[in-house]
């Protein structure tokens, strides 16, 4: 920032205001990308834990509920319709605490807070700018060659 009126002319201190707020607006872009790249990292751990729970329901599914299955009937003498049964609800269990836990992450993504308010804020400064009057000048219409 320079001192107030060291005598440079109106297109010096536009200039320097111009300077100013394209600076100001890198540096609100700056920001913003900043704040979004911590949002996005949170967004793609929760993405990764949904596609592994996923994943995980349903490939394991078919191998470990029937390997549980005849166990449960083998060992524990439980007729086979109810052995599959408890097989299936303990797979469903698995795959529910999975997406909790990718819910759970997917809750921590923001918005970028700040540099929402600081936008606003510098919107708000522009809207009370008013422009400098400048006197009316001598206009003439323009006339076409076949209204002369």
Partial sequence: MSTPDEGRSIGQLVASATAEMSALVHEEIALAKAELKTSVSKGVAGVGAIAVAG??????????????????????????????????????????????????????????TRSISSAKESAAVLAKAKPHPRPATDVRPITTGAQQ
Avoid: D, E, N
């Fill in 55 to 112: 994943v995980l329901a349903l490939f394991s599914l078919p191998v470990f509920s029937f390997a549980l299955a005849y166990w449960l009937h083998a060992w524990w003498k439980v007729p086979l319709a109810i052995a599959f049964l408890i097989t299936g609800a303990l797979m469903l269990l698995v795959a529910v605490v999975c997406g909790l836990a990718a819910r759970s992450l997917l809750k921590k993504v923001q918005a970028p």
